[in-house]
């Protein structure tokens, strides 16, 4: 077999936080890619603001470096499982595997996640253990667990068989050997590895073109772009070709625009062939798994599989009082137009009409996923309105099931009881419970999704912030019935609209938790704060002190509060009822009940005890 030597195609693999996007970085400014006049940021391959603020990586990035007489075409993708559609794609375009594995966390649920993927498309792995430098790294043990988990998940031989390199990608040094002292500022391990351990791609290229699509990008001058991995053949601009579509049709276009990858930019290019990572333009309607070919040797590839939606919500038009104050996309048309806007690159999301005006289903991989779709519309402008996440619940074999996750969790010791009593609540079963020292436990629990949302808040409240939770999806399995795992304290709700008062917020505070300062604009129906009881309670929190002219013998007090509790997005998500829902407008984030009248609520409240 006649194999292309002057390039390699891989994909950097790992869990959350674990450098796989700081090592980019380093491989990048090591190499003999970018002018020496190039100033690289941190983490220059996020490039959204919510994912160099979070420290994440959300959508896969493509980029190339040279070493030596090599292009290395690299693909840094996601670590969380809401983005793992992204990863699953990437692993078909690719020959072999960076894994990056934290020297002192060692593997974790992504790490077993992302590395399944790869093993199932039998790709070759190069192991990188990561952080060496950090207190506390063991990166023997860590290699150990790294081999465990491969023999767990039926690696072959060869695959048995990965080279190890250990680094600290954030002083940009490496080495070959676990030892701290021989560190150098160097890449050239991992450059020399993967030249040595990852096979060159085939060179069919004078074959019929078969390439395929694995991302999307969009462009407002170009249209859709396809970007994915030459199978086989060659591709030149200007070429007529065939797209085989998902359902079986197919359609002709000419190739306008061709780019290829190098450095932190997208270069046009006039041609490439057999094994080749590039961009191809000129058709509107491409979508991922499909594959362009030879008008006159029409043969598709084999479909992409994109894991399906397992969350949604209900995102509609904002109705609040104050709708249309803050925003700049405030129409039901201009919000539609956006969410279809982002189906041209998250093939991992769905957007279905419901049969309320001005509201769509939004479906997502998780509350993350959904989140940062929130969060990007109200920084873009937009105002809307969002319902409580429900899991989405399928039949299999004539059954109701439910998606179920894996959580893993590291805690101090003296958190684990309370861990594990409120996950049994939410129906987690325990797996497995280990120390794994310096005073530390690691849990390991199925639980329905359901269970988990919301979870995460009580999570940081119960470890003092200390603990760290992990979830991914494992597989759909029977609803659990007569089960409803919502909010257990009720709401304060305001009963009138106007600022709040530090003399009404002091009246209520003992009631529970207030989420708004004085001199907040609320209005009816709005939650002003979390009851410390299971009931909603309306309360007026913009009453103003009376004031008369008959001094108090005493002085009055200064007036004190407690400090309200400000929700984050997430926070504001994870908190709501199904009779609530989410306000989010660029400047705000609000709470408030779905009916707004406290009249007419606590008349459906009655109605539904009465039902029940």
Known sequence: MKTRDDIRNIAIIAHVDHGKTTLVNELLKQSDTLDEHVQIEDRAMD???????????????????????????????????????????????????????????????????VLKKALDQHLTPVVVINKVDRPGSRPSEVVDEVLDLFIELGADDDQLDFPVIYTSAMNGTSSYDEDLSTQEHTMKPIFDTIVKAIPAPEDNSDEPLQFQVAMLDYDDFVGRIGIGRIFRGTIKVGDNVTVMKLDGSTQNFRVTKLMGFFGLKKLDIEEAKAGDLIAISGMEEINVGESVVDPSAQEALPILRIDEPTLQMTFGTNTSPFAGKEGKFVTARQLQDRLERELHTDVSLRVDETDQPGSWTVSGRGELHLSILIENLRREGYELQVSRPQVIIREIDGQQCEPFESVQIDTPDEYSGTIIQTLSERKGNMQNMESVGNGQTRLTFLAPSRGLIGYSTEFLSITRGYGIMNHTFDSYQPVIKNWNPGRRNGALVSINEGKTTTYATMGIEDRGTIFVDPGTEVYEGMIVGKNSRDNDISVNITKGKQMTNVRASAKDETAKIKEPQHLTLEESLEFLNEDELCEVTPENIRLRKEILNTNEREKQAKRRRHNS
């Open 47 to 113: 490039t959204n603001d919510i994912e160099k603020e979070r420290g994440i990586t959300i959508l896969s990035k493509n980029t190339a470096v040279r070493y030596q007489d090599k292009q290395i075409n690299i693909l840094d993708t996601p670590g969380h499982a809401d983005f793992g559609g992204e990863v699953e794609r990437i692993m078909r375009m690719v020959d072999g595997v960076l894994l990056v594995v934290d020297a002192f966390e060692g593997t974790m649920p992504q790490t077993r996640f």
